[in-house]
């Protein structure tokens, strides 16, 4: 039974985590943190980058000999494999800590067996601790291991009534300056951001972060069937951030020379490109989280794929009364079949209102929500193309 002191040094381990977020793909986000023998908090840690320590590493650092006969608190079950840091689990058993409660398993083949191995040298080991924050929180990651394809994060900016352009096709700007600087750092966490042609070829967004210290730059990726709608000059062309033009396998692209271009099946429905695939390549790729800023006909598809793990609207207060709705046809003609949701958090930026949401069927992670799920308030933002 987790005591009080247990469930707050959990709590405190997720969001140490959360600091992660857009530096360590594409590995997990964790956190960790080190309790003495008499329940005095003595080391915690985050996997701050790829390639850097791991959360268990910094912590234990930081513990010194005052981890021994204590207690490591860790967001996800300590690898077993030797990164470049060491498999994590041995270091925590050489550290001489007694027990180690962590909050999800590893799901990942090559990292697993690491409570295994802890117990095997005598080490108390309990799990699930807060597991639905830490699933939130790693929701991006647990996708792609699971599923083999990145976490989607649907974003868009609309009225009060729900559109998202006027009917003459103008749609600057709906939110606040508020919403769009949040929607940097909702593009600074991911490693793609995903529009649509009819997006690229109205507005001609540029995609990149702006204002975010230390963010790294996502890939921007624009899905272009018939490779007509970014053209030489384009801002998504600059070398502000890597680029990814997605166009049909028969579609001339000549004018992108020099552009990456990644060549894919076209849907079945005939209307654009393979969701499936485009998400199969972008796996391939290493992107294990994208935001998904539209429009419209492209969220649609990714909707009808089962492809929007979570949507994060802005509503302005503001009527248009025409014009193009957020989501257009997901393949969904009957009320029994609406894709419902349940909001995972609200926040006020400047007068609009962010409402975030999960599928209900499926919580962060790809998993069930279990009955106490609480997503952890994520940092994110609207259009600033
Ligand atoms: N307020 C907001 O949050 C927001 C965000 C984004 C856009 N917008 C507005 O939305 C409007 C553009 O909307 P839109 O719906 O035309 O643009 P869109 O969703 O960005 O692009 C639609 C196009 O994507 C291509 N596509 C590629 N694969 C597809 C697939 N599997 N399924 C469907 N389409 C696929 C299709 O053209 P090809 O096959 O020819 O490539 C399709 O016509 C603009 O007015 C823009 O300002 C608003």
Redesign the pocket.
Known sequence: MATAADVNAMRRAVALAARGLGTTSPNPVVGCVVLDASGHEVGAGWHERAGGPHAEVHALRRAGVLARGGTAYVTLEPCNHTGRTGPCAQALVEAGVARVVYAVADPDPQATGGADTLRAAGVRVESGLLADEAEAGNAAWLTSVRHGRPYIRWK???TLDGR??AAD?T?RW?TSAESRADVHRLRAEADAVI??????R??DPHLAVRGVDGAVQPLRVV????A??VRPGARVLDDAAPTLIAVAEDADAAHLAGADVVRLPR?ASG?????PALLAALHARDIRSALL?????????FAAEGAVDEVVGYLAPVLLGAG?A?L?DAGITTIADALRLHVTDTARFGPDLRITAVPADRGPGGRPPGPHSTAVPAPTA??EH
């Open positions: 868009y900016a609309a998202i352009a096709g749609s709906i529009v649509g042609s009819g997006t690229a109205t507005d899905v272009d069937s018939e007509t709608a849907a209307r654009g490109l393979s969701v800023e539209g429009g419209p006909t492209l969220a649609g598809a193009p957020a257009a609207a259009k």
